[in-house]
């Protein structure tokens, strides 16, 4: 074989060699909180996974833990993750923010993203959440018109800002429709516990409650309102996270979706191409990432319209779900006349708002 044809064959198998790496798919892992049967927030989260397969077919491969507790266990999947080769991991829960950065920290090409958390100790970890209380606003406003007992629930996992957000979101605009609505909320210290939700919907039930609310995972709230139904009450719930279907006409009758499609497709997109940089993100209903479901035949027509024009002008950008007034629960001043919160005072939220009872556990 001359050098001619020796230059030539290395040349060839230099370019197979190349184009072999630059085919192999872009490995994409996801960390749950919970079973992707859940029905609401991991369920949701593995539409999303599904989707980015959709979306980008053979360029990408995803891979996914559930049942994935917050604490040493999260650190040491996610670092089995990224052994495994994975390029990029979305941890898609509250409590992973610290095994995130810690594993982040040893795996500095591994791009990783934390769902609702606000640390970012290193370049490689980004953070994103979805503006959850502007769905709560909607919500609430439906929430104020169909209760006849006027007592709201709301099942409530931990005492962070975005929880708190939800509740005060809520509470103020099924307020705005009834001012004799009141709101009890049950902290359930968990994300999915499908007994503790069970039982803490049959409590508020107990005590009056007609419309339940809840930023916990599972659908037993529905089905503990569906047993009462049943039984000869008249319960309404909303589905959370996802929509929650098999509920509807009722218990269920309008959920909240977290549609996170738009922001994963996004972010592999950008890792893909190139352009991928470190952000924090927020998106709510303008980018499509909080969705209204159905609002079923049970609601009035009026009720239905009013909602619906509150989706509209959120997301035309015309109406913001925490405009002044408002008063903290301690009587002083959240919000002036026409004042809109900025990021800053949502993300701290630490306060319930006037006309709330109870305290909030520290």
Do not use: C
């Not at 490995?27 to 049967?37: L, Q, T, W």
């Not at 949701?44 to 604490?71: C, K, M, S, W, Y």
Request: cysteine-free.
């Amino acid at each position: 074989m001359n050098l001619k044809t020796l230059l030539t064959t290395a040349a060839l198998a230099t370019g197979l060699a190349t184009a072999a790496v630059a085919e192999d798919p872009l490995k994409i892992g996801f960390v749950y909180i919970g079973p992707v049967g859940d029905g609401g927030w991991t369920y949701q989260h593995d539409q999303g996974r599904l989707a980015v397969e959709a979306e980008f077919g053979d360029r990408v491969e995803t891979i996914f833990q559930e049942n994935v507790p917050e604490g040493p266990d999260a650190e040491r999947i996610l670092t089995q993750m990224a052994l495994s080769g994975a390029d990029m991991i979305f941890t898609t829960s509250f409590g992973y923010m610290d095994p995130t950065n810690n594993v982040a920290a040893r795996f500095p090409d591994v791009k990783f993203e934390h769902a609702t958390g606000y640390k970012r100790e290193h370049p490689n970890v980004s953070t994103y959440d979805a503006r959850f209380y502007e769905g709560r606003a909607v919500l609430g406003t439906i929430a104020g018109h169909m209760t006849q007992t006027n007592k709201i629930g709301y099942i409530a996992s931990f005492p962070i800002p975005e929880v708190i957000q939800g509740i005060n979101s809520s509470f103020l605009h099924a307020q705005k429709v009834n001012p004799d609505v009141e709101m009890s909320v049950v902290w359930a210290y968990t994300w999915f516990d499908p007994a503790k939700e069970a039982d803490a919907a049959a409590a508020l039930i107990n005590n009056g409650v007609d419309v339940i609310l809840q930023h916990t995972d599972s659908t037993a709230p529905q089905a503990a309102a569906q047993a009462a139904n049943e039984a000869g009450g008249r319960v309404f719930t909303f589905g959370q996270a996802s929509d929650m279907a098999n509920f509807k006409p009722e218990p269920r009758i309008a959920s909240i979706i977290d549609e996170w499609s738009p922001y994963y497709i996004k972010r592999v997109g950008e890792l893909l191409d190139g352009t991928y940089e470190q952000v924090a993100s927020w998106g709510g209903m303008p980018e499509g990432e909080v969705v209204i479901g159905e609002i079923t035949a049970v609601v009035p027509d009026a009720v239905r319209d009013e909602a619906l024009a509150m989706v509209a002008a959120i997301t035309d950008g015309s109406y913001h779900p925490f405009t002044g007034p408002i008063m903290k629960q301690d009587g002083s001043v959240f919000l002036a006349e026409g004042e809109v919160a900025t990021d800053l005072q949502l993300v701290t939220m630490d306060f319930y708002v006037q006309g709330m009872n109870g305290d909030i556990p520290q």
